[in-house]
């Protein structure tokens, strides 16, 4: 780490020591050359490509260069940087969790480069005072703090949707260059950015504006996507945040703390005490709350709005939650420790309870017919192709080339499951959710937003099995996840949904789960399907083990990336003879349906 003096005032920074050598560099350290160069990487060869520019900005961040030199090279670099970096993130997001090692390592490799760019831009800043603030460049030294901020930004970004902890010291060296520009009156100045995504003219408060709100928006909360579009949209939501010192401050609800000397994300206020300190600034975001109230109502009288705009009217409650009153908690944690079984997604979770024989008591309540007291009954049969010499096409694109359809392999009486049970530690738990411990050892459906089934036995014993919600996750570096779970339910009946059709030959089946009413609770019968599937308005048909029932879907009580919860009502409840004669040859039906969905 290195320690500068610049404009009379104090940055600490960590940067390696640069050292001039008497042995010719590996690289050539010349703009003219390093221009040359970049023409010249095979970008076609992505992982050549990547060991390229990583072991030239390592060699670049070592060797002594001059400062107008120095952010000549790294300005042509930012086009290979920008170019690695959208695709080794194809390696990682929407990929299944816990991360394989592959990924772990590709995600590692783009931040590693991010956080070599954001180096040389930083002995830059801790270099600007070589010849006195009279022959200052302040353009130099403006872009430099921009261009080091923003990439410790993604490194921050890329953290957030690997669900890893950030990096040590990158909050500390983020907080240092804003307290730096503020102190030399360079936050408003204008920084030219053709890399940037909308090619617009930046500001190193904006900046910093978009960074600390991210960190605050409960970003572990957020699936890879919402991460990402809330990225993009902070570019201009940004602009009705403030950030001030707390002289003489009136603190309202809205406010967060952030302390420029410690390595750490602003924290709300309601969590500190707050003094004049040189050190603390105070984020402001009730600006922000305030466009957000109006984004959900327009979401709720527009049509097609919460398309436009990416975000679902559950996203912008989130926000409101995270970016104003910190709600208290209503019911205490306990810590505990015990064993739980977890299964990842909506289908699994319907399978599992299927297999598992477990009728809810008063199951009969919910519709007045008898498919709701008793299990949904699914087997498989075995699909023949024309030619038996020939590969089934979806072997050859999903399946190993020496797995061969039979029926066998696809009844479950051979113990081949393609859902499965893992193994948790419970570490806290509430009366509305619990904080689980996975050591991975497989890929998983694991993700914000997916459903979760929940059992304290992964035995066919009838032991009911609970339903969740993912709310949060991070990556552990002992290659275990840490999940919050929200409890949504104690009980659920598997069923299956189609939209309604009175030609039962063009139905298509979905697995989904049905959970009862709990009067108790003043909680409504819903229906869970897979997301996208239906929308409020839809007439759909719900099909249990021998009847069916005609229902209208009225409005969606939660919509996220793994599932969507309905309310309804009944529109017909009957179950006819053709049905119950029909029974065993639609469980055969439904076998060669659930395998190709």
Known sequence: ????????????????????????????????????????????????????????????????????????????????????????????????????????????????????????????????????????????????????MDYLGEVILTAYQIYSPVPDNTWKDIHQLYKFAEQSNLLLSPIKDPVHRHNTKQNINNLYGRIVLLAVASPYRLSQTQIINLSKTLETWALQCKISKPDHYNTISCDFIIRLDADEHPTHLVFNDLDENENYRILDTSGLTNIIRDQISQTARRPGYEKENHFSQDMLHSLMLSWGLVPKRGVPRTNKTKKLFISFGLSSTHSIISSHGYTPEGAHDVLTLPQFTTRSQFTSQAIRSLNESEPDVWDMVYLDPSFHASEKNLLPDNNVSLYKTHKCIVTNESAGGICLRWKCETSSLARVGELAGLSVSEKKDGIPWDIGVIRWMKSLDNDELEL?????????????????????????????????ELKSLRQHATLITPAGMYKPADIITINGSDSESKVQLTHATEATEGYTRFLFTIIEATASTDDRQAGTQRNADFGSLWTSL
């Not at 690695?84 to 816990?98: C, I, N, R, V």
């Not at 409890?487 to 039962?504: E, F, G, N, Q, Y």
Request: glycine share 2%; charged share 20%; net charge positive.
């Open 1 to 148: 780490m290195i320690k500068q003096e610049t404009m009379h005032h104090s940055i600490d920074l960590h940067i390696p020591r640069q050292e001039q050598s008497n042995i010719p560099p590996a690289f050539d350290c010349r703009p003219t050359a390093v221009e040359k160069w970049v023409t010249e990487l095979p970008v076609a060869n992505i992982g050549e490509t990547a060991r390229l520019v990583y072991n030239a900005l390592t060699e670049i961040n070592r060797a002594e260069l001059a400062d107008k030199n120095r952010l000549a090279i790294l300005e042509q670099l930012r086009a290979p940087i920008a170019y690695l970096s959208e695709t080794l993130a194809k390696h990682y997001l929407g990929a299944s969790f816990p991360l394989t090692l592959k990924r772990r390592k590709v995600a590692s490799l783009a931040s590693e480069l991010l956080a070599q760019m954001a180096i040389g831009y930083k002995i830059i800043v801790a270099n600007s005072d070589v010849h006195g603030a009279r022959h200052l460049n302040i353009e130099r030294l403006s872009t430099a703090i921009y261009r080091a």
């Open 484 to 516: 919050g779970i929200q409890i949504l339910a104690s009980m659920a009946i598997p069923v299956a949904t189609c939209l309604h059709s009175t030609d039962k030959i063009t139905r298509y089946y979905q697995r989904s789960l049905l959970i009862p």
